[in-house]
């Protein structure tokens, strides 16, 4: 409320200063303050004091001005003019009450569907076949997951677009060494550990010649759609994608091998690009390759960027599977928004390629498309995060240990969870905190990871808000008193009325700016906002009369579901009890 007659009052200064010479440094001194007799309204300021000099009238005149200048409200009942020249502000008592029992009343908690939903491309996780899930991967998981829940919730056509890497020249190696460890053993092979499988194929290939010359002949098969070697590289995606798909439903991640959209879903289209950018005289052949030079950008010599889009031996690019997937999305999709979720470095090879794919004209104007780059995840010391012996941590070890953390600390607290609910608890906290540690930061910044930061129960954490909500939860297993009428009486009942209202808003810029964090910040400040009214306003007391009561409880209610509402928008659950 405060807020809203401060936004009314600085619109009512910039009117008047179209007319007056307004001295702006007196208008830092406004001040805006709760009254003590509320026969004299709810607020009161003294602007009209500090402005009568710069409009060279006697302050009470000043207030007659700016009553009579300010914009309408409908959250404002009256004012009037007291004293020497303060405005006094009667806010409308049922305003806030009103819009909160809506709120109360909706399962979507006053956030409305989208009138006209957009099909917007999520590309998103994006992990490497024959390659462990990194910790890049899970930035771009965890990020656009959430940013892809909450676009749906707003009602938007969201296609999950996995563009995971199953294609190139390493697949000749790949396969050769597939085809080697099947003869080694009669049983079916099952692959558990890709970052050795790659590391023997690669030891192989260069020492062993015959190994090579074999890997090499396999790479051509495949690409000239030989039969075997397809069947033996779809075997490698299929192992891939099935461990990371139990990745995924560990993270509760929403992907499944439906969105799978790898660069070999591109590989037909190729060609026809290529074609089609010399054709535009986009393209031109230099030195064998076929290049698109880009004025716009430079590279270190000053020289403007060349984007080869096929090689001298004729083979392709991730560039130009990247431009065929914008003409792709557009059309197949009739996308008007496509969002990358890559890690900042990709930047320029990104904006290079959209760039000649709006030439190209694969994507005209009305169509948005934005890297919604993040940042690296730093181990304590600052530098990238990597194991004891700086190799790269396995997603799947990462989730062992937060589990096995959660585990011991539970049993430090002591905490009264039924064995039943053990594993989901853990699961649940373990989960959580290492997916909120990720989204709770602006993603364009790297960030570091800290086991005992994201696993405190104080602070900007997941455990805190599901601490938060169990409590809430809490207080109406001991009571079966029915919900009230929200009636606002005092200072911390109206903060957090404010807070809740503001829920529609934080979802709404996560949508825009595909930035959870600002729902982290928002979902945390209300759990403060609702610990300081929970101290401050009893409410299963004897002494607590029943329409307090009742009005209490509804706000309990309606924060335990906005908590709710707002962490399941993360990717986060709650628990009734921890
Ligand atoms: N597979 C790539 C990597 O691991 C990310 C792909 C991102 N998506 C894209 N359309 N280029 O870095």
């Given at each position: 409320?405060?807020?809203?007659?401060?936004?009314?009052?600085?619109?009512?200064?910039?009117?008047?200063?179209?007319?007056?010479?307004?001295?702006?440094?007196?208008?830092?001194?406004?001040?805006?303050?709760?009254?003590?007799?509320?026969?004299?309204?709810?607020?009161?300021?003294?602007?009209?004091?500090?402005?009568?000099?710069?409009?060279?009238?006697?302050?009470?005149?000043?207030?007659?001005?700016?009553?009579?200048?300010?914009?309408?409200?409908?959250?404002?009942?009256?004012?009037?003019?007291?004293?020497?020249?303060?405005?006094?502000?009667?806010?409308?008592?049922?305003?806030?009450?009103?819009?909160?029992?809506?709120?109360?009343?909706?399962?979507?908690?006053?956030?409305?569907?989208?009138?006209?939903?957009?099909?917007?491309?999520?590309?998103?996780?994006?992990?490497?076949?024959?390659?462990?899930?990194?910790?890049?991967?899970?930035?771009?998981?965890?990020?656009?997951?959430?940013?892809?829940?909450?676009?749906?919730?707003?009602?938007?056509?969201?296609?999950?677009?996995?563009?995971?890497?199953?294609?190139?020249?390493?697949?000749?190696?790949?396969?050769?060494?597939?085809?080697?460890?099947?003869?080694?053993?009669?049983?079916?092979?099952?692959?558990?550990?890709?970052?050795?499988?790659?590391?023997?194929?690669?030891?192989?290939?260069?020492?062993?010649?015959?190994?090579?010359?074999?890997?090499?002949?396999?790479?051509?098969?495949?690409?000239?759609?030989?039969?075997?070697?397809?069947?033996?590289?779809?075997?490698?995606?299929?192992?891939?994608?099935?461990?990371?798909?139990?990745?995924?439903?560990?993270?509760?991640?929403?992907?499944?091998?439906?969105?799978?959209?790898?660069?070999?879903?591109?590989?037909?289209?190729?060609?026809?690009?290529?074609?089609?950018?010399?054709?535009?005289?986009?393209?031109?052949?230099?030195?064998?390759?076929?290049?698109?030079?880009?004025?716009?950008?430079?590279?270190?010599?000053?020289?403007?960027?060349?984007?080869?889009?096929?090689?001298?031996?004729?083979?392709?690019?991730?560039?130009?599977?990247?431009?065929?997937?914008?003409?792709y999305r557009v059309e197949k999709f009739n996308a008007n928004r496509l969002m990358y979720f890559?890690?900042?470095?990709?930047?320029?090879?990104?904006?290079?390629?959209?760039?000649?794919?709006?030439?190209?004209?694969?994507?005209?104007?009305?169509?948005?498309?934005?890297?919604?780059?993040?940042?690296?995840?730093?181990?304590?010391?600052?530098?990238?995060?990597?194991?004891?012996?700086?190799?790269?941590?396995?997603?799947?070890?990462?989730?062992?240990?937060?589990?096995?953390?959660?585990?011991?600390?539970?049993?430090?607290?002591?905490?009264?969870?039924?064995?039943?609910?053990?594993?989901?608890?853990?699961?649940?906290?373990?989960?959580?905190?290492?997916?909120?540690?990720?989204?709770?930061?602006?993603?364009?910044?790297?960030?570091?990871?800290?086991?005992?930061?994201?696993?405190?129960?104080?602070?900007?954490?997941?455990?805190?808000?599901?601490?938060?909500?169990?409590?809430?939860?809490?207080?109406?297993?001991?009571?079966?008193?029915?919900?009230?009428?929200?009636?606002?009486?005092?200072?911390?009942?109206?903060?957090?009325?404010?807070?809740?209202?503001?829920?529609?808003?934080?979802?709404?810029?996560?949508?825009?700016?595909?930035m959870p964090h600002i729902l982290c910040t928002y979902l945390f400040n209300l759990a403060g906002?609702?610990?300081?009214?929970?101290?401050?306003?009893?409410?299963?007391?004897?002494?607590?009369?029943?329409?307090?009561?009742?009005?209490?409880?509804?706000?309990?209610?309606l924060t335990s579901r906005v908590l709710k509402q707002g962490l399941g928008l993360l990717g986060?659950?709650?628990?009734?009890?921890?």
């Amino acid at each position: 409320m405060k807020t809203h007659i401060e936004n009314l009052l600085n619109n009512c200064i910039n009117k008047l200063s179209n007319e007056y010479d307004i001295n702006k440094d007196l208008v830092k001194n406004i001040r805006i303050d709760r009254t003590k007799d509320k026969a004299h309204g709810d607020f009161a300021t003294n602007i009209a004091m500090l402005l009568a000099k710069s409009l060279k009238k006697p302050p009470r005149d000043v207030a007659t001005l700016i009553i009579d200048t300010l914009d309408k409200s409908d959250r404002i009942e009256k004012t009037e003019i007291a004293g020497p020249g303060f405005i006094n502000f009667f806010v409308k008592k049922d305003f806030i009450s009103k819009q909160l029992k809506s709120m109360l009343d909706d399962e979507r908690l006053s956030i409305k569907k989208i009138d006209a939903p957009l099909n917007i491309v999520v590309d998103y996780s994006a992990p490497n076949v024959a390659k462990e899930m990194a910790v890049h991967h899970i930035r771009s998981t965890v990020i656009g997951d959430s940013v892809v829940r909450v676009l749906e919730f707003l009602g938007h056509n969201v296609i999950r677009a996995n563009h995971v890497g199953d294609w190139g020249t390493q697949f000749g190696m790949l396969i050769a060494y597939l085809e080697r460890k099947q003869k080694e053993s009669s049983e079916d092979l099952v692959l558990s550990d890709f970052e050795a499988f790659y590391r023997e194929a690669k030891l192989c290939y260069d020492s062993d010649e015959e190994f090579a010359v074999k890997a090499r002949s396999y790479v051509v098969k495949l690409q000239g759609g030989d039969e075997y070697c397809n069947k033996m590289w779809k075997k490698l995606v299929d192992m891939t994608m099935t461990q990371n798909q139990e990745i995924y439903d560990r993270l509760d991640v929403t992907l499944s091998k439906k969105d799978i959209m790898g660069e070999s879903l591109y590989n037909d289209m190729l060609p026809t690009i290529v074609d089609d950018l010399m054709q535009k005289k986009l393209a031109v052949i230099d030195d064998g390759a076929v290049c698109v030079y880009l004025p716009q950008y430079k590279n270190k010599e000053g020289e403007p960027l060349g984007v080869i889009v096929r090689k001298q031996d004729g083979g392709y690019l991730y560039a130009t599977t990247d431009l065929a997937c914008v003409k792709y999305r557009v059309e197949k999709f009739n996308a008007n928004r496509l969002m990358y979720f890559i890690d900042s470095r990709q930047h320029q090879h990104l904006e290079a390629v959209w760039d000649i794919a709006r030439k190209a004209g694969y994507a005209d104007d009305s169509i948005v498309i934005e890297h919604d780059a993040f940042g690296m995840m730093l181990g304590k010391d600052g530098k990238p995060f990597k194991t004891r012996s700086g190799g790269t941590v396995k997603l799947k070890d990462l989730l062992d240990e937060a589990e096995s953390r959660v585990t011991k600390l539970l049993e430090e607290r002591n905490c009264n969870i039924s064995d039943a609910d053990r594993a989901n608890v853990i699961h649940n906290i373990a989960i959580g905190a290492v997916k909120y540690a990720d989204l709770s930061k602006n993603r364009l910044t790297d960030y570091i990871f800290d086991w005992d930061l994201m696993l405190s129960f104080d602070g900007n954490t997941a455990p805190y808000l599901q601490y938060a909500y169990s409590r809430i939860r809490s207080i109406f297993r001991k009571t079966n008193e029915p919900l009230g009428d929200i009636v606002i009486n005092n200072e911390a009942e109206e903060s957090l009325a404010t807070a809740l209202l503001a829920f529609p808003d934080a979802v709404d810029q996560v949508a825009q700016k595909a930035m959870p964090h600002i729902l982290c910040t928002y979902l945390f400040n209300l759990a403060g906002t609702f610990m300081h009214f929970y101290e401050a306003c009893p409410i299963l007391k004897d002494d607590v009369d029943e329409n307090t009561r009742r009005s209490r409880l509804a706000l309990c209610e309606l924060t335990s579901r906005v908590l709710k509402q707002g962490l399941g928008l993360l990717g986060i659950n709650v628990m009734e009890q921890m």
